[in-house]
Nanobody
């Protein structure tokens, strides 16, 4: 089993930055694709970004391209989401997810994610 814990959320003014962390325990995520998703009140959960096990392949939602950067440090079993130039519409609960199987090839919203964290709240004030 893989347990995921997100941290780093908070309240920030528009234009500010936050860095989210997704720390894994139980099993390593070094061979798994990891993604970030978000869900705003009254809206469906949406894909934000994903990263391959090696970090060489990344994918982003159009709404965050150029502002968010996903990265990972496998030695620490942790994935990060650096969020810059935040906008009020980025307000949501952010979740990280790890692929169900090690060695998955598809990096993005259709990756078969099987493990999810509890989420961390990000609130961007205007």
């Amino acid at each position: 089993q893989v347990q995921l814990v997100e941290s780093g959320g908070g309240l920030v003014q528009a234009g500010g930055s936050l860095r989210l962390s997704c720390a894994a325990s139980g099993q390593t995520i070094s061979s798994r694709i990891v993604g970030w998703f978000r869900q705003a009140p009254g809206k469906e959960r949406e894909f934000v970004a994903a990263i391959s096990w090696s970090g060489s392949v990344t994918a982003y939602a159009d709404s965050v391209k150029g502002r968010f950067t996903i990265s990972r440090l496998n030695a620490k079993n942790t994935v990060y989401l650096q969020m810059n130039s935040l906008k009020p519409e980025d307000t949501a609960v952010y979740y990280c997810a790890a692929s169900l199987w090690a060695g998955s090839q598809v990096v993005g919203p259709t990756t078969p994610y099987g493990y999810w964290g509890q989420g961390t709240q990000v609130t961007v004030s205007s």
